[in-house]
């Protein structure tokens, strides 16, 4: 990982030392970018479309720029953030509005009650909106055993 973005984990890292609030975010971040890219892939741009008559949505820009910094950040965490993120487009495709707007209010709330509840700090991305990107890339790096680095393990 690039020193800027294991300066970005330790500050993530700091407001999710609760067990409790780290469980809620493996389960809420996930569904949180699935809403995300659900919802911006309702924004249609322009009517520009893809061969075979796919609208081009603010969903793929969104999408390649995140997966820009991923891989310029973390490039061997990249590809599984940037594979959930291309299977979030396909399955927001195929998932009526009612169940996203479902998912957004359940995965917020969670999200939030392991800070209220069980970690007694505000989420990291009110001080930095990059915050919104380390997320997903925390928990990777946990799941891979990347997090935290060998000689601060």
Sequence with gaps: MKPQVVQLMHEYAECHQHPMNLLTHRLA????????????????????????????????????????????????????IIAH???????????PAWVVIA???AAWVVQLAGHVIWEGRSPAFLRNLLQLLVGPLFFVALATGSWPPPEES
């Design 29 to 80: 971040i996930p569904l949180i970018m699935f809403h995300v890219i659900a919802m911006l892939d309702w924004v249609a741009l322009g009517g520009w479309t893809l061969s075979g008559g796919r609208e081009v949505t603010l969903a793929w820009p969104v999408l390649a720029l995140a997966s820009v910094w991923y891989l310029w950040g973390a490039p061997r965490q990249a590809p599984i």
């Design 85 to 95: 993120g291309l299977v979030c487009l396909v399955v927001a495709q195929l998932t």
């Design 103 to 105: 998912v957004t209010v």
